[in-house]
């Protein structure tokens, strides 16, 4: 609805990270497996992601996540939203996003912007380098009922001390727990 775009177009736009890991605080497994997230597909249940959506415009991601949801034979998922990939080796753009290798650069521009929120989804190094600096301002975190014992951690050692505050929880017949978390500012 028009009406909703432009008022939370007059709001300050939030960085938030949407993403699935394992009860033991892995987003991927062994070479970078997402096999574990298939547990929780269950019939007629998308965990509030759709509705997500509608309020992103921007879309950020690392280069190993890009290329990983490039290596899945499904449409591009984004193709209405702006999305960005950090990487270090690429520039310039593609058929479907634009590269960028300052991050402060572009959170500050995307930040000065009016525009629905920006939606982080990973990977891991994308995630410590915006934590470092304190960009992201909400974590909805899907717990998936399923320990790895290995493989990518969602938030790396050496990370700046946050507070944040339970905003919302919900539990799921599949098993997954999805919470909330904003930034305490």
């Known amino acids: 609805m028009p009406g909703i775009k432009f008022l939370k177009s ?9 993403i699935a890991m394992s009860v033991d605080g892995y987003i991927a497994g062994p ?8 547990l929780a597909e ?9 509705d997500f959506v509608k309020t992103i415009d921007t879309v950020l991601w690392g280069r190993k996540t890009y290329d990983i949801v490039r290596s899945f034979e499904t449409p591009f998922p984004y193709p209405d939203k702006q999305v960005y990939v950090l990487s270090a080796l690429r520039s310039g753009k593609d058929e479907y996003v634009t590269y960028f290798n300052d991050i402060k650069g572009l959170y500050n521009k995307l930040k000065s912007e009016p525009g629905l929120d ?21 974590f909805i975190i899907s717990i998936i009922p399923h320990m790895l014992g290995s493989g990518t951690r969602l938030f790396l050692d050496d990370l700046p001390e946050r507070r944040v505050m339970l905003t919302y929880s919900k539990s799921y017949e599949s098993g997954v727990v999805q919470v909330q978390y904003d930034r305490i500012r």
């Not at 007059?10 to 949407?18: A, D, F, G, N, P």
């Not at 070479?31 to 298939?38: E, Q, T, V």
């Not at 269950?42 to 759709?50: I, M």
């Not at 982080?120 to 304190?134: F, H, K, P, V, W």
């Open 10 to 18: 007059m709001q300050e736009r939030k960085v938030v990270l949407y």
């Open 31 to 38: 070479d970078d497996s997402l096999d574990f997230l298939k």
């Open 118 to 138: 920006i939606y982080c989804d990973g990977g891991a190094q994308l995630i410590a380098e915006m934590l470092s600096y304190d960009m992201i301002d909400r």
């Open 42 to 50: 269950w019939k007629d249940e998308d965990y509030g992601y759709k």
